[in-house]
């Protein structure tokens, strides 16, 4: 844990007083793709996927903070997982926008290392709070008559101060270690943000401790968060299997599909980009579009437009 602060210190430290190993400026992020074709198509869609995101968790975090009948444990999840996908998203999706119309998009130095930091702690962050709403589910369900008592908001607080102080040991120790490349001359970041394996193919000196770190950090933070997801909807199912009445039963599938669903998007696609790495970047690129652009937009709609008591407050509010 030490290193961990040290390092989180150094970072922090060389990012505000401009020192590094690195003769580099500036980079370029290379975008999504380079057809010229796809230009225009491209930036509407995303755009349009940004608005959504941004309205859709904007809209959420506002519902709940105004209305009372939403302060319980479940929707103080949600409401931190909407914070978390609203400046998740807004981190990277100007400067994607921005290499759709612009020649040559670039980032400097300074900025592309504050970038990396935010984008990896707001995605970890989404790993330990999706854990979180899978417990609070697993203790309603499985545990009624203990919710409350289990659920209390201590616990949620706690629970919210560990997923965010995990994220931020993670994004420490990431950038830290970036800090501590040297780029030469290559400036291109094959990418349409400032990642750590674009980065690393970029680096003129060893890259060795980087990729430890990669594995044993991102493989801990898929692992465990996912699995704990995996056992506690595993015991949620068992319990809906128990429900006598068939509407209620099939309901509940429904539920617990969508929220699955776009779990294992989420963990899926970040597995696939950074533990797989024989893959090419331009397919770590399209994978990584789902787990930066369409999960942080489905959350909402998932979360909230099929749930009950989110119409309701809608409504009030709107009347």
Known sequence: MKFFFRLSRFSMISMMSGKNGSFVTEFVLAGLTDRP?????????????????????????????????????MYYFLFNLSFIDLCYSSVFSPKMLMNFVCEKNTISYRGCMTQLFLFLFFVISECYMLTSMAYDRY???????????????????MLSFASYGMAF???????????????????????????????LQLSCTSTYVNEVVVLIVVGLNIT?????????YIFILASILNIKSTQGRSKAFSTC?????????????????????SESMEQGKVSSVFYTNVVPMLNPLIYSLRNKDVKIALKKVLT
């Open 224 to 232: 465990v968060p996912s699995l704990t997801i995996l056992i506690s």
């Open 37 to 73: 074709e796809l230009q225009l198509p491209l930036f509407f869609l995303f755009l349009m996927i940004y608005i959504v995101t941004v309205v859709g968790n904007f809209g959420l975090v506002t519902l709940i903070g105004l209305n009372p009948h939403l302060h319980t444990p």
């Open 139 to 157: 203790m309603a369900i499985c545990n009624p008559l203990l919710y409350k008592v289990t659920m209390s908001p201590q616990v949620c607080y």
């Open 169 to 199: 040991v993670g994004a420490s120790a990431h950038t830290g270690c970036i800090l501590r490349l040297t780029f030469c001359n290559a400036n291109v970041i094959n990418h349409y943000l400032c990642d750590i394996l674009p980065l």
């Open 257 to 277: 599909s969508s929220h699955i669903m776009a779990i294992s998007l989420f963990f899926g696609s970040g597995a696939f980009m950074y533990l797989n790495h």
